[in-house]
């Protein structure tokens, strides 16, 4: 065979793999209770998109059952059942933390994503990423600027985070989301663990993934599953090993365990988005927001999630967030598969905890990790999360207006913004 036969058989067999892929990743109907990852617990993590990793499996959902389950427009009893289920799960996760404590392998997870200080952790930026940086704008989402929208219950909420905060025995590390980043995160076009240039665009990253494992693409997507479950999409398309990520090494002990920065659980071979690409996602973010008017939603209650984060819950009674959610997923069929289902502002993340490792070998297997809260210390916390939930629910927050953000470091929703406000009421 000559090498222009060669290449084209190549060619042939690679464009029938990706179509193969698109046909099996295109999103299906509505699933099942086991394909959207609900449990009854929210007490194990999934790598999701909200600006915060390790969101609980059973609070992230797949962007199409989201959409399917939003309510139509002026429809109050679906978007009273809406609101139960979210303060259903608002209390399963306070109860969660009440009964079991903090979740170490959830914080671990997590704080590979921040750079560890001697005071105070902070999150890493996507340009100083190892082993190879993310590209530009390839972390892209819509907020609700929470400071902007109602500068008091911002206020209110950095007290809380400050209340909460002095619960915390010695030793802990803890990133606190500074208050003029004070948000909730309504879409995801491009998440750091599943980068996606153009999220108008179906296909979006598959094309990357696909030449990258073409020989035997068929059997390693078939093996890992639908395209919703992120963790493993990322773990497929950045060929990155469970020993590699060192995901479980806690970071305060990371330099006895290892001389080599921990390898992020990102699929490094997606390009970025062109500017053109950018442009075209700002423009459609703005028809979407011409035709959405101002909506308003309420402060549920203050927890401490058993992952870390303290959260500022909400609730959205008419519907309207749900229903502004599924028209981004319609208008961006290439964005992230899974989006968060709750609302919710985060106020801090606990990044690192007191640990001891077993003497001898600092292998990840001989680890042994242990960050136990009192009873006296989570009923303290408990206390003061009720405290303040009792001030702050039923606050209301007239949103007007969002954020497109190209984000630079993980989770703080710092770089570039660009305000995008609703149509006026009529």
């Not at 963790?231 to 090494?249: F, I, M, N, R, Y």
């Not at 006895?256 to 442009?279: A, F, K």
């Amino acid at each position: 065979m000559n090498r222009t036969a060669l290449f084209s058989a190549l060619a042939v067999a690679v464009g029938a793999c990706v179509q193969w892929a698109k046909q099996r990743l295109r999103p299906r109907g509505k699933a099942t209770v086991a394909d959207t990852d609900h449990e009854d617990a929210a007490t194990h993590s999934a790598t999701a998109p909200n600006s915060f990793v390790s969101v609980p499996k059973s609070l992230a959902t797949n962007a199409a059952d989201q959409a399917s389950s939003n309510c139509a427009s002026h429809d109050v009893k679906c978007a009273q059942k809406a609101v139960e289920q979210l303060r259903s799960k608002y209390a399963a996760m306070a109860a969660d933390f009440e009964s079991k404590g903090l979740d170490v392998q959830a914080i671990a997870e997590t704080a590979v994503w921040f750079e560890i200080g001697p005071v105070a952790p902070w999150p890493r930026r996507y340009a100083s990423f190892v082993p190879k940086p993310l590209p530009s704008g390839a972390v892209r989402l819509v907020v609700l600027p929470v400071s902007v929208c109602n500068p008091q219950i911002a206020n209110l909420a950095a007290r809380v985070a400050g209340d909460v905060l002095a619960c915390l025995p010695s030793g802990y590390k803890v990133f606190s989301n500074a208050r003029q980043n004070f948000h909730i995160t309504v879409f995801h076009f491009s998440h750091p663990a599943d980068p996606r240039p153009d999220a108008l665009d179906p296909h979006s990253g598959l094309g990357q993934l696909l030449l990258q494992d073409s020989p035997d693409c068929q059997a390693r997507i078939e093996d890992e599953g639908d395209l919703g479950k992120l963790g493993k999409l990322a773990d497929l398309s950045a060929g990155v090993t469970k020993q590699a990520s060192t995901t479980a090494c806690p970071p305060r002990v990371a330099a006895t365990c290892s001389s080599i920065e921990p390898v992020l659980p990102v699929p490094y071979n997606r390009p970025g988005p062109t500017q053109q690409q950018i442009q075209a996602e700002q423009r459609a973010m703005a028809s979407v927001t011409s035709n959405t008017t101002p909506f308003t939603l309420q402060v549920d209650r203050v927890l401490l999630a058993p992952s870390g984060v303290l959260l500022l819950t909400w609730v959205d009674p008419s519907g309207s967030l749900g229903r502004l959610r599924q028209s981004l997923h319609e208008a961006f069929p290439g964005a992230c598969s899974r989006q968060s289902s709750i609302i919710h502002t985060s106020l801090f993340r606990i990044v690192d905890v007191p640990t001891t490792v077993t003497e001898g070998s600092v292998s990840l297997e001989s680890q042994n990790a242990v960050a136990c809260l009192d009873q006296s210390t989570i009923n303290n916390i408990q206390a003061t999360c009720s405290k303040w939930t009792s001030r702050v629910h039923g606050m209301k927050m007239i949103v007007d207006r969002v954020w497109w953000a190209e984000e630079h470091e993980f989770s703080s929703i710092e770089g570039l913004r660009v305000p995008m406000s609703f149509k006026k009421a009529e």
